[in-house]
């Protein structure tokens, strides 16, 4: 009997197919998941940066007008979590009155507290406490060693955050997700089978002025040749996306 072999770069570990498709999708700064790790990390650096020892487990909910912290923190560091929490919903751009979440009409919610001590005893000397273990792997499909289809899916988001937060293109809101899929061809993308991109946008913008933006920045970032008429290319496919 035959058995799979492993080969250092296959996309999918298992070299078992000359042709497959590949799907990966990414979520922007706005998107909810994004919005409670940026405001997580916020609350890690403040404390990093007065109390380099800090052990910082924060745990944060979104939802509409609402904000929760909880985890446990134990720091020497004066920190305003509050504050922390409001600047970085501001920089992430939910900066409109209108909206039932605005950095500064939120309600933040503070669960925080101290490190439990029956763990701390096991860190405060020499301990690691108790870890979770993460695990990826690196290809050579893309410079920065990511496999293709999620580095090209964070880089349509990443391009357009960066116009949103110039003002080059207002028409955007915060909140967007992409996926892309890719065909491979003896172990290679060799095209783009399909790309979706929804995307928060204001309340006046039409659905073709949407596209024609999105399909913009899709033909910025996809390498020259991979996008063609046979990609499969949806935006906003469930309609209008003005409430992120």
Known sequence: MTQPTFTLGDTAG??????????SESVSEGHPDKVCDFIADSILDAHLAQDPHARVACEV???????????????????????????????????????????DGVEVRSLLTRQAGEIAQGVDVG????????????????????PAPIYYAHRILHEMAKARHTGRVPELGPDAKSQ????YEDGKPVRADSIV??????????????????????DEVMPQGW??????FYVNPTGRFVIG
């Not at 004066?78 to 501001?90: K, N, Q, S, T, W």
């Not at 301990?127 to 990511?146: K, S, V």
């Not at 991109?197 to 899709?218: L, M, N």
């Open 14 to 23: 298992l070299a078992l197919a000359s042709s497959h498709v590949f799907t």
């Open 61 to 103: 909910l979104v939802k509409s007008g609402h904000v929760v912290l909880a985890g446990e923190i134990t720091s020497r560091a004066d920190v305003d979590h509050e504050a922390v929490a409001r600047a970085a919903i501001r920089e992430i751009g939910y900066t409109d009155p209108s909206e039932a979440f605005n950095a």
């Open 127 to 146: 301990g690691a406490g108790d870890q979770g273990i993460m695990f990826g792997y690196a290809c050579r499909e893309t410079e920065p060693l990511m």
């Open 180 to 183: 892309v899929t890719l065909a």
């Open 197 to 218: 991109v929804s995307t928060q946008h204001g309340e006046d913008v039409t659905q073709d002025k949407i596209e024609e933006i999105v399909r913009g920045f899709v």
């Open 227 to 232: 996008v063609g008429r046979d990609t499969k």
